[in-house]
């Protein structure tokens, strides 16, 4: 199964690469801004996406909206340090099917990769 | 977290020197609490009774706790109480003191009155202060009465305690000149109810340390890495913060974050303020 990560951070990449890989045999995706993660999500049509909100170039609501426009169906979870009303009610509307507010715990982890690439 | 507070304004008023107070920080994880202590502390026996309940435990080759009370100096509830209290932060480092003979036992209680007087800490939050919570100290060693400055100084304490080192105290704020120029700044402002400009700093040993913690990994050198990891503490911090701040019904959104080399922090009215840690000092800069 994919899974798409979008963080500009090159270090929450590399951690949730790795706890994603001792969940489970995934193939992982990564993207450091949003307009990344729409070409990668195009190409490979990963079943998550885990999305970061403040990147450079494309915040991570404007890459939600070009992943749903091109994929009615697509998952994405939000996963940011910014968990406010605010950003949570934006990222909804957009079409993001979950928030997680970092910093992430393996068992919130594995819950939403259960839930959501069970779903496929 | 209390040792540290307390042993800085011990070393600022020259009652210790600064290598006592490093060999008090060696001791007192080894330092195991006598109950005498605790029990002059918590005001069931005196220094007196003390004395006369070591000189029994002579006598008699029983426990100081079993003496106290089968000679009724202490009930079975107090003794339970104070047995509860063993890991007490502050008494280890008064014992500790004591014990190196750096002080008398009555000039560690008559410094400590005076710590309370002089930041105004009431007994109650003292007591918060021994069991961890800091917030009335660092409001009162900032000294502003911007209630988000306190909010966000506070927070930033306790994120360093979370995810890099329980070892750490701030110290009093210093207004910047705005021509200081620093090696290595991390920046990210705020835009919401009111702007907030905020960065932190630190020597590159300092920060190789910092960013070692905040990783979870090996950091030797300040790399493209490092950098990231650092503008990532920030990032998660003030993310954190605009949480708080929103559950508050107050705004605040996060431009992108930075990082500038050899160059001054951009903002009005800035101060840094150090934490001090068990690895080096990390400044925090912040307008104020």
């Known amino acids: ?31 450091s801004n949003g307009s990344s993660a729409i070409d990668i999500y195009k190409e490979n049509k990963p079943c998550l996406v885990f999305m970061d909100i403040i990147m450079p170039e494309l915040d991570g609501i404007g890459a939600v909206n070009g992943i749903i426009d ?31 507010q970092k910093p992430v715990e393996v068992d919130v982890l594995k819950r939403t990769i259960d839930k959501f690439c069970r779903e496929v | 977290m209390f040792t540290q507070f307390f042993g800085q304004f011990l070393l600022n008023n020259d009652l210790v020197s600064a290598e006592e107070l490093n060999i008090v920080f060696q001791n007192i994880k080894s330092t195991r609490l006598r109950l005498g202590m605790i029990a002059i502390d918590e005001g069931f026996l005196t220094p007196t009774q003390v004395v006369v309940i070591n000189n029994l435990q002579k006598k008699h080759d029983k426990r100081f706790g079993e003496i106290a009370v089968e000679f009724d100096y202490l009930t079975e509830v107090n003794l339970e109480k104070i047995l509860n209290m063993q890991q ?133 050198v300040i790399d493209e890495f490092t950098i990231d990891v650092c503008k990532e503490f920030l990032n998660l911090h003030n993310g954190l913060f605009a949480v708080n701040m929103s559950d508050m019904d107050s705004k605040f959104d996060l431009e992108i974050q930075s990082h500038k080399e050899n160059d001054v922090p951009l903002g009005d009215n800035l101060y840094k303020i150090p934490f001090h840690t068990d690895f080096g000092v990390v400044c925090l800069i912040i307008g104020m």
Request: net charge negative; charged share 30%; glycine share 4%.
């Open chain 1, 1 to 31: 199964m994919k899974i798409l990560i979008c963080d500009d951070s090159t270090m929450i990449r590399r951690q949730l690469t790795n706890m994603i890989l001792e969940l489970g045999d995934f193939e992982i995706f990564e993207a």
């Open chain 1, 70 to 100: 091109f994929d009615k169906m697509a998952k994405v979870v939000m996963l940011s340090s910014v968990g406010t009303k605010d950003n949570l009610s934006k990222a909804l509307k957009a079409g993001a099917v979950d928030f997680i």
């Open chain 2, 88 to 220: 007490s932060e502050h008494l280890k480092m008064a014992q500790t003191i004591v014990d190196l003979g750096y002080m008398t036992l009555e000039e560690f209680a008559e410094a400590l009155n005076t710590y309370k007087r002089y930041y105004g800490i009431s007994d109650e939050s003292f007591d918060e202060l021994k069991n961890g919570k800091v917030d009335e100290v660092i409001y009162n060693i900032i000294n502003t009465e911007n209630q988000v400055i306190k909010e966000y100084v506070t927070l930033f304490y306790k994120n360093i305690i979370r995810f890099i080192t329980n070892e750490v105290y701030i110290s009093e704020p210093v207004k910047l000149n705005g021509d200081e120029k620093f090696k290595y700044l991390f920046e990210q402002k705020l835009k919401g109810d009111q702007e907030l400009y905020t960065a932190y700093t630190a020597d590159e040993s300092v920060l190789i340390s910092f960013s070692s913690k905040y990783a979870g990994e090996t950091i030797e």
